[in-house]
Structure formats: C-alpha cells, structure tokens
C-alpha cells in the first residue's frame, strides 16, 4: 500500500488526539478527523512512509524532533487577516488607549501580548494601531508587542511580513500606503520596518508559563475553543499571571471565561478586564 492512498484508521486518529492534547493542550474532535487525514497526508508523502501508524512512530522518536514539529505545524489551523473583528480595533482605539494615556507616566511603555499570533496579522494590527495613537502620536510614548504562537511555520511567515490580497481586505488605502510597501511578489504588501520593530515573535505553547513584563492587554482569540476545561483553566491561569490588573482580555467570538471568572469583570461581548486586586 503507497501513502497516496493510505487512509486514517480511528485507532491511528486516537494517537494524534492524544498527541495534540498532551503537547498543546488541543483536543481534536472526531469532525477533525478528514481534517487530520487530509493535512498529514502530504508528510507521508514526503517522508514516503506507507501509513499514519508508521509516521507516528516516525515522529515520537527522538532523532525526528524536526517532523515532530512538522506534524504540530500541519495540525494547527490558522486563517486571519488584518484588523479582524472591528468591535475590538474600536474598543482599544477609542476607550483602552485614551485611558491609557491619561494615566501616562513618564517611562511607562504600552504592552500588548498577542497570544496565538499565526501569520501575524494580529500582532502586526496591534503594532499599527499603538503606533498611530500612542508611539507615532506623542514623543517620548513607546510601545511593545509580542506575537506568541506554537505553530514554528506561521512564526517564520509572520516575520516576514509580507501578505496578499486576503490578509489586507480590511485596510483602508490611507493605511495600506503608511504602514506597508509593495514587495517583489506582484499583488503583495510588506509591513515597514518602523511597525516590524514594533513586534517582537516568538515560539510559545499557552500550556507553559510565559516569563515576560506584564502586559496592559492580551488577544487571545479563536483558540480557546480548541481546549477543553482543564486546558483552559491551565491557558487562563498563565494569561492572567501576565495581564496587569486593570488590564483587558479579548476572546473569539465563540468565546467565554470558564474559570478564573472571579479574577474578571465583563465589559463587553467577548472583553474582560481584569479586576484591580489580585
């Protein structure tokens, strides 16, 4: 039997819920399972191994840590584009940043944490919006952003910095022509240093601790629906280990805070802010 027609036994599914859900916490449901089948399809492929059995032993050995990764890359999706759900972009223009700046102290630097960044249109929004209202507006006001995420692929992307038609359909023309340049690939945009500087990517598994300042806001959106209660409490815990009191968490639309509430206070639909006392 070759790998181009191989099919994913439940039993060979199993092992890679199994995989996903002890090294990231994410429990692939049942429905991922043509999902699964289809993205590690082509690893076979590539290594020319003849069944999902075989590719995950290939990948638990230890001389294979670099497929290891490989299979963690194809498992997690990421789909997203610049200044994705507008309510947000609104909220922290018109409400988070005035506050902020009211309460300014000299030396104090705006820190936002985008904790599931992907190809970085997130963390790449966060850096030119703070930009525009805090660091480009005022002299002496600076700004920091971290983009996290477990996905080694999307990381190298997003440092890049280079997008297409679908990641930049939000964008107005005023901000398409100060915040980006046109790269060598005919229809594509890149991100101006003066943003890229801005942001600052790393590898991060939410399951683990993050050793960093604490942060005025973090994004944590469209990922939680991939945990179940134990990872979510575990993600919650070392989100809000980070967040200043005072500061604000914004989920995904499909999402809530399960645990740690008591630490919250509801703002809006899918924003929280973290109560003053710890």
Not at 14 to 36: C, N, T, W
Not at 65 to 81: G, P
Not at 190 to 219: A, C, E, G, T
């Amino acid at each position: 039997m070759t790998a181009t027609d191989t099919t994913l036994r439940m039993r060979e599914f199993k092992l890679f819920q199994d995989l996903m859900y002890s090294h990231a916490g994410i429990r692939l449901s049942e429905k991922k399972h043509s999902l699964v089948q289809n993205r590690l399809r082509k690893r076979l492929q590539t290594l020319k191994l003849n069944s999902y059995g075989e590719y995950y032993e290939f990948i638990n050995d230890k001389r294979n840590k670099d497929e290891f990764q490989n299979c963690i890359n194809a498992l997690t999706t990421n789909e997203t584009f610049f200044f994705r759900h507008k309510n947000h972009w609104d909220y922290l223009a018109e409400t988070i940043v005035p506050e902020w700046k009211r309460d300014y102290r000299p030396g104090q630097i705006f820190r936002a944490w985008s904790a599931a960044s992907s190809t970085g249109e997130e963390p790449y929004s966060l850096g030119i919006l703070l930009y525009d209202l805090i660091a480009g507006d005022s002299a002496g006001k600076k700004v920091e952003v971290l983009a996290t995420d477990i996905n080694h692929d999307v990381i190298a992307q997003a440092k890049r910095g280079e997008y297409g038609e679908y990641s930049l359909q939000k964008l107005t023309k005023l901000c398409l022509k100060k915040y980006f340049a046109a790269s060598a690939t005919p229809g594509s945009f890149r991100v101006i240093d003066k943003i890229r500087h801005i942001v600052d990517f790393k590898i991060h598994n939410l399951q683990q601790p993050l050793s960093n300042s604490q942060f005025d806001i973090v994004f944590l959106r469209n990922v939680m629906i991939y945990f179940d209660e134990k990872s979510k409490h575990k993600v919650m815990e070392n989100i809000t280990r980070v967040l200043k009191p005072g500061g604000y968490l914004f989920l995904g639309g499909a999402e809530t805070i399960s645990s740690l509430h008591n630490q919250y206070s509801y703002v809006r639909p899918t924003i929280y802010r973290k109560t003053s006392h710890e």
